[in-house]
């Protein structure tokens, strides 16, 4: 059975015409032969709709019934879909996530998938049916509810891809595919027509959020051939390869960045065994995820300097954190800078291309842009530099590792 799966997010379903819109490519792949699989987000932001909800109730957020309110977003569209594929003469069926059912973790939240049942869905194109899944949901060993984070219908489409060893999964958004940069930052950038999965994985852990990383991660693992592509067009998009696709000249694909992003700094930190343990350890307790992280001072020095940077929506938690832990790690002071950015070039060119560190810290110097902390890996080199001069780093480095479209 040649199966491909199609997933549209929020704005792909937003309203009743641009679901006809997404019908009509469900049209095409069946006119070429292709068994379609869809998968739903939420219907726009019905998600963010359904958090506001809960606003002041933060001490419950943790809890199931938080993860069966917020799915409830993707019940909607799966079924406003599936009526619509009836009435366009397709016979639809909708699947939530425990109806088929997609197994997970026991957390509620940010829930990882274990496996998918996929008899339903098979049964389902046998009777020349679309299944429409809902996205972002699952159900663990204690029959509740559960949802896999922000962006997770990206990862559900994906997983269902590997279960059903599908021909292609196929992700629409409101953009065109990949670009090398943010084209509402930069006019020049360009649209990839391949990229790398490790470059892809990278951009989407950096900020750039056309895929959700964990299911950049499972295509990688699992082999899916994935393509991100317009909901709008329909048109050819961003396919994800395990070539290297870099050309000679092009050491550099993409320049992400991360808005979200706090600077904690701690001034006069005892210097000693279990210091960065007693640290990172409360942070961890409470589920906040610490990015860059940098020690300044030698190992002979009293006292050292530490500096992290966590989501700004763990901000004030971790205050709270560090205010608690000031007498047991005895630091003297702590700065908060929310006003940074964290922008990052990736490339597997990186790997045999020496000086691209030079060129990066470079350019910025020729702006007279300040680096607070450096994070680099085989494949990216992240800066974090003030927000404002956020726009104007991105397009430098843009330009100075060629990366601007060519003008027809």
């Known amino acids: 059975m040649n199966i491909i799966i199609k997933k549209f997010g929020g704005?792909?379903?937003?309203?009743i015409s641009k679901i006809e819109r997404a019908i009509s490519y469900i049209k095409k792949a069946r006119k070429s032969g292709y068994s379609v699989v869809v998968v739903v987000s939420a219907m726009g932001q019905e998600t963010d709709r359904l958090l506001k909800l809960t606003t002041g109730l933060d001490e419950y957020k943790k809890t199931d019934d938080i993860?069966?309110?917020?799915?409830?977003?993707?019940?909607i569209s799966s079924s406003l879909f599936s009526i619509l594929l009836n009435k366009n003469n397709i016979k639809g069926k909708s699947f939530q996530g425990w109806q088929l059912p997609i197994h997970t973790e026991l957390s509620y939240h940010n829930s990882h998938i274990l496996k998918i049942e996929t008899k339903n869905i098979k049964n389902s194109l046998k009777?020349?049916?679309?299944?429409?899944?809902?996205?972002?949901?699952?159900?663990?060993?204690?029959n509740r509810i559960t949802t896999l984070g922000r962006g997770g219908s990206d990862t559900t489409a994906v997983a269902l891809a590997a279960s059903l060893a599908a021909k292609r999964c196929d992700i629409y958004t409101d953009v065109a595919g990949v670009f090398s940069a943010d084209p509402r930052i930069v006019k020049e950038a360009k649209k990839i027509d391949e990229i790398n999965y490790e470059e892809m994985l990278e951009l989407s852990s950096l900020g750039a959020r056309v895929l959700h990383t964990r299911s950049v991660q499972l295509a990688l693992k699992y082999n899916v051939k994935l393509q991100v592509l317009s909901s709008f067009t329909g048109k050819k998009g961003t396919m994800l390869t395990k070539k290297n696709v870099y050309l000679e000249k092009q050491i550099i694909r993409g320049i992400a960045h991360s808005n979200n992003e706090t600077l904690f700094t701690l001034i006069d930190v005892k210097n000693q065994p279990g210091i960065?343990?007693?640290?990172?350890?409360?942070?961890?307790?409470?589920?906040?995820?610490?990015?860059m992280i940098v020690q300044s001072g030698s190992a002979k020095d009293a006292n050292v300097t530490y500096a992290f940077t966590i989501s700004k929506t763990d901000a004030k938690k971790a205050e709270a954190i560090m205010?608690?832990?000031k007498s047991k790690v005895r630091f003297n002071d702590m700065f908060i800078n929310n006003n940074i950015c964290k922008v990052s070039i990736v490339g597997l060119g990186m790997k045999t291309n020496a000086g691209v560190a030079n060129t990066m810290f470079t350019e910025l110097a020729k702006n007279n842009i300040n680096m607070h902390v450096i994070s680099t890996s085989e494949i990216k080199i992240s800066v974090l530099i003030d927000e404002k001069y956020k726009e104007l780093a991105i397009r430098s480095l843009h330009s100075i590792f060629k990366l601007n479209a060519r003008k027809k």
Not at 276 to 291: G, P, R, Y
Request: proline share 2%; net charge negative; aromatic share 4%.
């Open 127 to 142: 009777n020349n049916e679309v299944p429409v899944i809902s996205g972002f949901q699952g159900i663990n060993q204690l």
């Open 276 to 291: 960065s343990a007693t640290i990172f350890n409360a942070l961890s307790k409470e589920n906040i995820n610490v990015d």
């Open 67 to 75: 993860s069966s309110l917020l799915a409830a977003g993707e019940q």
């Open 323 to 325: 205010n608690k832990l």
């Open 11 to 15: 704005t792909s379903v937003s309203s």
